[in-house]
């Protein structure tokens, strides 16, 4: 699943930051729990699963801001 599906899961755009992210997962998760009688186990593992993502790459976004153009070209070669 690409990126832009994890962000679509949590309804959100790419252009979202962390505390909007999260503010989405807990809606989402509270209105699909699996122990509620609304809830529903595939859709709040989908919804987990895009959390963690999302987040994942935004906080991989945030350590490449804060690295020197020295350590970004080190970085970047290594994934060559």
């Not at 979202?16 to 509270?30: G, H, P, S, T």
């Not at 989908?46 to 945030?62: D, F, G, R």
């Amino acid at each position: 699943m690409d990126l832009d599906k994890y962000y679509r899961i949590l309804g959100l755009g790419p252009e979202a930051q962390i505390d909007e992210v999260k503010k989405a997962y807990r809606k989402l998760a509270l209105k699909h729990h699996p122990d509620l009688k609304s809830g529903s186990e595939e859709q709040f593992k989908k919804i987990v699963e895009a959390y963690e993502m999302v987040c994942s790459h935004l906080n991989s976004k945030q350590e490449r801001r804060a690295m020197s153009s020295d350590e970004l070209a080190r970085f970047y070669e290594l994934l060559k």
